[in-house]
């Protein structure tokens, strides 16, 4: 047996005990608890996407039914139950959950008060101040940013759409001047985890690519700032010359609008215990554009040149939240077989 069959087998042994002592349960709270953290009596954590092959084993087996249900506020919540439970049971363990789900949604999704949600533009504020707080020490220059974000660079609109910030900087090596760096970030402050298949990544490299290929004379260093990332994805950023920033914390922005006794619930139901509400720099964020980042810069510009210039059209078609699995596992392995055919990725592969 594999190891990847190892993980699935062990994943499938937890996710049925836990779904069994929780009985009902939705995806983002699973993959709190088992995958964030460490479930009690679990060896170690387990990753997102063994917790998905074990619901889909369950599933088959009839033990674990999934469904799409219809809430308040006109929120679609999925929720996932454990089968062998009596009817009073399941009503009851779900009531939480989807009140909790609900909760956080209202604050996730845009309505007419706030019509981007609290959740993402908390992200945006957080990692705008750090970069604002970083700019004096690393020699960033932030560009104009509104709220759309950043949407020009050189006098032209960024192709692909408006980026989250962006910055440049003097690149340097071995305290050598360089050149000039362009540092295009976006932010996903999203529950799930970032894999080199998940869409909202390639949004940030297609759109660094294209400018790239319109700006031949500026270096250019993408970052990606989420909420978690699948080791994967650090690989396949140091391969292609792009650099993943973890902030493990899930932001919220304050607001009247925010009962914090609903933050609290939304912690202790679903496991969220990332959930911050906060409009201050993150000083893990200041740290890594203050002192990381300008340590990698060098490295990742060189990289992304050769990137852009072969990479650009998987990048934009992966950024395509509409493919279906095949489709995107397609075009992953056609991305993956370019970098190595022409000698992007001096790895060994692992993403």
Known sequence: MSKREDYAELATEWVGRFAKDQIAFTTSELEAKLADSVWPGAPHRLEPHHLSTARRVLGSLGVLHSASERSWGGHTVEMNYWTDSTAAELIAAASAKRSATVAYLSWAIGNKRHPNGLVGPAAE???NEAMIRAAPVAGYRLLPRNKKGVEAFGGRPITGGPLDNAATFIVEKDGQL????LMPVEVKNRRDWIYPNSHELYQLLYKAAELQLENDTV???PVLICRRAHYTTHRMAKALGFHVVQTRLNYLAPSADVDPDDVGRVRNVLGFQDLIQTDQPDPALVRQFTEHIPKVAYRATERWVATAAVLRDEFKAL???SLDGSQRAEFLNELR???RA???D????GW
């Open 346 to 349: 001096h790895t060994d592969g």
């Open 219 to 221: 270096r250019i260093c």
């Open 178 to 181: 360089i050149g000039v760096g």
């Open 342 to 344: 022409n000698e992007i």
């Open 125 to 127: 504020h957080v990692v």
């Open 337 to 339: 077989e370019l970098a």
């Open 319 to 321: 950024r395509n939240p």
